[in-house]
């Protein structure tokens, strides 16, 4: 008797193991993607000029919708505007907005600037972090509220300016960029791993709300990706360059309301679930305490 549980206890195991390495594979390199104008004719992009909100923008672009970029400098704006509207023959809109403010009516404006538009996606992407790891008593104020206001604030109300055009016309797609620094222990990055862990829960939340009414939701929690927030050039296997990291992430929009958006970072997500709660730990505090000292010691030697 208890070896004909143990054996059905192993193969369940050994079963469910193979279904869950099958759906990885299937989910990143053979599923096909959804057609994203059925969303809509234009992608609303926050924090449009850089690293992955870029990359988004031209990969929208590349499946044929219309762009609108949001981001505080005009003159990168326009840069990238027409080499979009060059390169993929699609129309543009730019916006520069300075998203470190807490003034409610400013962000509302905003929306007013492009709600005539058949809004189908929005990308809230707009995001700081640390300048390097430190404590907390070591953060200055005006860093907190500014994590808070870019971080928090634009991604709340912005997704809730849009939605009631969505819920009417029933179909939308709203896509917040958190962090996987947000899903598990990030000391030295407390501020910024609380903001993400904010957008996270709130997305996966909201999709519940507005599922049923035609509005996709979606959270994704990349792991480092190469750009000037994470001050990385040089791509590597876990560190793909922004236009790879978003051609895989919008193609998982439709389908996955979480996602870290590729491959690698899935592999890291799934060995920070797996492994001890102790030892990720114990890691991330050393390699954000390795960050911070070598941080330290270069502006020392300046």
Known sequence: MLDTISWAVGFFIITFSLFRV??????????????????????VVTGATDGIGRAYCHEFAR??????????SLDKLKKEAEEIER????????????FNTNDNEKLSNLYKSFADLDIGVLVNNVGISYEHPMYLEELQVNSIESMINLNIRAVTLLTKFVLPSMVEKKKGAIINLASISGVNTCPLLS????????VEK??????????????????????LVCSNMSKIRRSSFFTPLPKAFARSAVATIGHDRNTTGYWTHEMQAFAIRTLPVFIIDKVMFGLHFSQRKRALNKKKSN
């Open 22 to 43: 099958a759906r990885f594979f299937y989910n990143f390199f053979i599923r096909p993607s959804v057609n994203l104008k059925k969303y809509g004719q234009w992608a």
């Open 87 to 98: 390169d993929f023959k699609v129309q543009t809109k730019v916006i520069a907005f300075d």
């Open 191 to 198: 501020v910024y791993a609380g903001t993400k862990a904010f």
């Open 63 to 72: 499946k044929g919708l219309n762009i609108c970029l949001i981001s505080r």
């Open 202 to 223: 709130f997305s996966v939340s909201l999709h519940y709300e507005y599922a049923s009414k035609g509005v996709f939701i979606q959270s994704v929690t990349p792991a």
